[in-house]
């Protein structure tokens, strides 16, 4: 079983509609989520950042964790055009010392047609 | 905003050659990161490096790589013998202190003929 599943889509969607992202994780180590988006050939940008089961919000989007479920999820309201990307969940685990690399999902293609 | 910077955006190199990725992190981040992403792939982890050592590689960080911190701002990665499985995105990344937000930079794309 990998240790990040995330339905690479695509997935499209007309502007305005509410969008739903979602990673599965087996690692119950990780403690630490992140949601990036990537637009084609450049960084990942964050989005949001959480580390305690429950959700939270930020403008349009809202970042949602199920630890007990090994779930995360990221919500779109009102989604725009400018939406349209590559969505990307990463996590970490609380190992303590110097090291917190993220293990990245494999990323959803977003198309948000106007 | 602060941000991570990377140079050179695109480099096209022989296979065999040798190649120096630069990064500059954000100015008082102390945790440095280097990523890969073959196209269409995910994001990978490389290598961690924090108080002048590298803390973590994976096994894709053979010797053929190596990171550094030349002085208080430049973080490099440098492949000795490139290979043309080498060709990919190289992002860096920072975080301030640990299990924050990581800022990655927009990458390096490295073209290995």
């Known amino acids: 079983q990998k240790e990040v599943e995330q339905d690479p889509g695509p997935l499209s969607v007309p502007e305005g509609a509410i969008v739903s992202l979602n990673c599965t994780y087996s690692?119950?180590?990780?403690?630490?989520f992140m949601w990036y988006r990537q637009y084609s050939r450049k960084g990942p940008e964050l989005l949001m950042y959480?580390?305690?089961?429950g959700n939270k919000e930020d403008g349009r989007f809202t970042a949602q964790v199920d630890k007990s479920s090994k779930y995360i999820s990221l919500f779109i309201r009102d989604s725009q055009p400018s939406d349209s990307a590559t969505y990307l969940c990463?996590?970490?685990?609380?190992?303590?010392?110097?090291?917190?690399?993220?293990?990245f999902g494999k990323g959803t293609l977003l198309t948000v047609n106007p | 905003e602060p941000e991570v910077t990377q140079t050179p955006s695109h480099q096209v190199t022989q296979m065999g050659q040798e190649v120096i990725l630069r990064c500059v992190p954000i100015?008082?981040?102390?945790?440095f990161y280097w990523y890969r992403q073959i196209l269409g792939q995910k994001v990978e982890f490389l290598v961690s490096?924090?108080?002048?050592?590298?803390?973590?590689k994976s096994e894709i960080f053979d010797d053929q790589f190596s990171v550094e911190r030349p002085d208080g701002s430049n973080f490099t990665l440098k492949i000795r013998s490139t290979k043309l499985e080498d060709s990919a995105m190289y992002f860096c990344?920072?975080?301030?202190?640990?299990?924050?937000?990581?800022?990655f930079g927009q990458g390096t794309r490295l073209t290995v003929v």
């Open positions: 100015s008082n981040h102390l945790y």
């Open positions: 990344a920072s975080t301030g202190q640990p299990n924050t937000e990581a800022f």
């Open positions: 990463a996590m970490t685990a609380m190992s303590g010392g110097s090291n917190y690399k993220l293990t």
């Open positions: 959480t580390y305690s089961s």
């Open positions: 490096f924090y108080n002048n050592e590298i803390s973590e």
């Open positions: 690692n119950s180590a990780f403690q630490y």
